[in-house]
């Protein structure tokens, strides 16, 4: 059975290494293998940009421009989406690449948002391999991302808060404590950052218990998350009430603000913790390999949860992850993509790699920014 949200085509102009490629999907997952340096990563990160944002490699749009160009890069994708067949086109309209805009049936969209009304996009990538090990900012990031696919609300909260916190950052570091203008800003922080709060906690509260559902027997070990910071231990109290801690928080704390030269209290310092629940262990202090299977099964974990929620499997990305996995693991992750139902991009230096995926595959092999299928 072809999974029900899968691309039919990808078209690239001036996209890093790729002057111009085009690619025919037939609904099977698909694999890209080639040398490292060769662009498969390049032709996944092309298709991450159909979702909101930076894409996957949280790139500025001058550096997704190909070096030669004289203008600014395109990606055109056809797909059977949540609502249907759709044509979907972004880019950027110089080389520098400020912004990028998004066309929907050839018309211009409002804002990236409109994307999520016609797929979901979800993505693995070895740079998140020290997630657990590295900044909360990156977990707080990785964390957004996971609540965006099943609100897709979330990501404007976010944007909106971080402009009002800047402002009355901005503010207090000028010495300008006008209470009319800080009172403005911190109202809107209030209501902001409760609702980013809740629908983190939300989120978090809704994998615990699909993790929970389907523990036993995987071969990728199942985390225990929780949300830690701001609010997390205020879990039945009325978000009204929230909203007015916070907002009188923020008031009694502007010198101390001003001083710091930053805000110091709010959702932007929240954090995510997790652990290896049968070892009862922070995944900080497992091993690599076991740190691999943890954000493995919480990726997993998040596509069946989108799935659920929205009601249509994600597209998921998973860039050089079989190349880490034993055999066994390697036919266990192919065997969990398709459960989920969703198309999967998947790229590796080796094709014996997938051999398990068998006729589930469509392969194509990457060099030097070409593509040919096999």
Known sequence: MLPSI?????????????????????GRHV?????????????????????PGRGMRRAAYGQVVRKEADAGFTVFAELEGMEGAVSIGTGTDGAEGTGRRVRINGTQAQTGDELLDHARVIWLTPSMDGLFTGSASDRRRFLDRMVLSIDPAHGRRVADFERAMRSRNRLLSERRLEPVWLSGLEEQMAGLGVAMALARREL??????????????????????????FFADHAEAPAIDLEDRYRAMLEEERYRDAGAGR????????DM????????????????????????????????????????????LFDEVAAHLDAGRRAA????????????????????????????????????GTVTPE
């Not at 899968?6 to 037939?26: E, I, P, S, V």
């Not at 139902?341 to 392969?363: C, I, V």
């Open 204 to 229: 978090i509260s809704l994998l615990v218990a699909l993790i929970a559902e389907t523990a036993g027997g995987s071969p990728f070990p199942a985390p225990e998350i929780a949300l830690t910071g």
């Open 333 to 368: 992750l192919f065997e969990r993509i398709d459960d989920i139902g969703g198309q999967a991009f998947m790229t590796g230096t080796d094709r014996a790699l997938f051999e398990a995926l068998g006729e589930r595959g469509q392969f194509f092999t990457v060099a030097a």
């Open 6 to 26: 899968f691309l039919t085509a990808l078209k690239l102009t001036d996209f890093r290494n790729y002057g111009k490629a085009a690619l025919a999907f037939d």
């Open 273 to 316: 913790e997790v652990r290896h629940a049968a070892k009862a262990m922070d995944a900080a202090l497992c091993s690599t390999g076991e740190q691999k299977a943890l954000l493995i099964g919480l990726v997993l974990a998040h596509a069946r949860l989108t799935r659920r929620i929205s009601g249509h499997p994600p597209i998921m």
């Open 263 to 270: 805000t110091l209290e709010g959702p932007h310092r929240s």
């Open 31 to 51: 694999v890209l293998t080639g040398d490292n340096g060769s662009g498969k990563t390049n032709l996944m990160e092309a298709v991450s940009f159909l979702s």
